[in-house]
């Protein structure tokens, strides 16, 4: 879906209907898209509660979160790494069922994945869940820096999913958007020491093929109502899996061995963008363990093709992108360039996943 950047100072999200429980138009062969309800088996409740929540709970309520305690008082220092663990404190602030549900964050350094741990905790993992009922949590992050040399100023963005570890097996999921209802926070990770030479993080899942990236005149539709000075700080993007960019967002009786992934980005230039693809949260990587970076052309629209091997599928699957800016901070004008999560797309094997 093309989509316009928004801006956060403070995170506080709005929750809209989620609109890909049941499809209309008829799938194609070649997606195998689901063509009917895929909730329609289970009884689905009026008030369009969350799975596991009590029906009276009707209150979707909010939350907001970024680096630091979340009081007014108190002043926020941006990190400095100097070697061994960098810590750092993050907030969240939440009432209402989307918090009870269950919120994500993730970690970019410099557009790449970054695992953390949490106090308490030995291994490094990328995505942790945190349910805020109706309070301040500030837990403290660990982690080793991914990337980066003594002296570099690095852009580090946090990232928050809506009830990540939803699966369609669970039911109706309600007024939820998942990625689409995520945001971001920005802010600079100074190095005052190498990143480490040996990290303890997951093994790197190499799943996606090499790119084919080739640069194509934007459609009039890409840049409607754009002003000649927009081209210098708006950009557009649009993601499509297995040939679809807009819903139906469930591909039912998945057994493909490979994901037709394809990804378009335009606009500014000013601007250096990494995608990082997740399967079932844990992000993928390109053959040589790289992440897939993307510039653009003045007027042009950068587009990359490649697949994803399936063969880890479990029968009960969910896909995103993440579109990170890497520089969005230091760029010499100020851009709409932020952080974007993608549609999820769900790839079920068989009528009743997980079954």
């Given at each position: 879906m093309k989509k316009c950047l928004f801006s956060l100072t403070v995170l506080f999200l709005a929750i809209a209907l989620f609109g890909c429980v049941s499809v209309e138009s008829p799938p194609s062969a070649d997606t195998g898209a689901l063509s009917t309800d895929i909730f329609q088996p289970i009884t689905k409740s009026t008030d369009?509660?969350?799975?596991?929540?009590?029906s009276d709970d009707s209150d979707l309520g909010g939350f907001s979160c970024g680096l630091g305690d979340g009081l007014?008082?108190?002043?926020?220092?941006?990190?400095?790494?100097?070697?061994?663990?960098a810590?750092?404190?993050?907030?969240?602030?939440?009432?209402?069922?989307?918090?009870?549900?269950?919120?994500?964050?993730?970690?970019?350094?410099?557009?790449?994945?970054?695992?953390?741990?949490?106090?308490?905790?030995t291994e490094y993992t990328y995505l942790h869940v945190f349910s805020i009922n109706d309070e301040r949590i500030t837990p403290k992050l660990y982690l080793l820096p991914v990337t980066g040399h003594t002296g570099d100023t690095l852009?580090?963005?946090?990232?928050?999913?809506?009830?990540?570890?939803?699966?369609?097996?669970?039911g109706d999921p309600g007024m939820m958007v998942f990625t689409s209802g995520s945001g971001g926070v920005t802010f600079p990770f100074y190095m005052d020491a190498d990143a480490p030479a040996e990290l303890k993080i997951p093994e790197k899942l190499t799943l996606l093929s090499e790119p084919e990236i080739t640069y194509e005149p934007?459609?009039?539709q890409d840049v409607l109502g754009w002003e000649n000075d927009?081209?210098?700080?708006?950009?557009?993007?649009?993601?499509?899996?297995?040939?679809v960019s807009n819903g139906p967002n469930v591909f039912a009786n998945f057994h493909k061995e490979k994901l037709d992934l394809k990804y378009s980005l335009w606009g500014t230039t000013l601007v250096h963008y990494t995608v990082v693809y997740f399967l079932n949260?844990?992000?993928?990587?390109?053959?040589d363990g790289s992440c897939l970076d993307l510039e653009v052309q003045e007027g042009m629209k950068t587009v990359a093709r490649l697949t994803m091997d399936m063969s880890t599928l479990t029968g009960e699957d969910c896909v995103y992108a993440v579109l990170v800016p890497r520089n969005a901070r230091f760029t010499s004008l100020r851009t709409d360039a932020f952080i974007w999560g993608e549609l999820n797309w769900f790839l079920l094997a068989g009528e009743d996943p997980n079954k």
């Open positions: 369009s509660t969350l799975p596991n929540t009590p007014a008082s108190s002043s926020v220092e941006p990190p400095h790494y100097s070697g061994g663990e810590e750092l404190t993050y907030y969240f602030d939440g009432n209402g069922r989307v918090p009870r549900a269950g919120i994500g964050l993730l970690l970019f350094l410099d557009g790449r994945p970054q695992p953390y741990r949490i106090e308490g905790e852009e580090m963005t946090t990232f928050t999913l809506l009830n990540p570890n939803y699966r369609p097996s669970q934007c459609a009039p927009d081209f210098q700080i708006k950009y557009g993007h649009e993601s499509e899996v297995n040939g949260n844990e992000p993928v990587y390109l053959p």
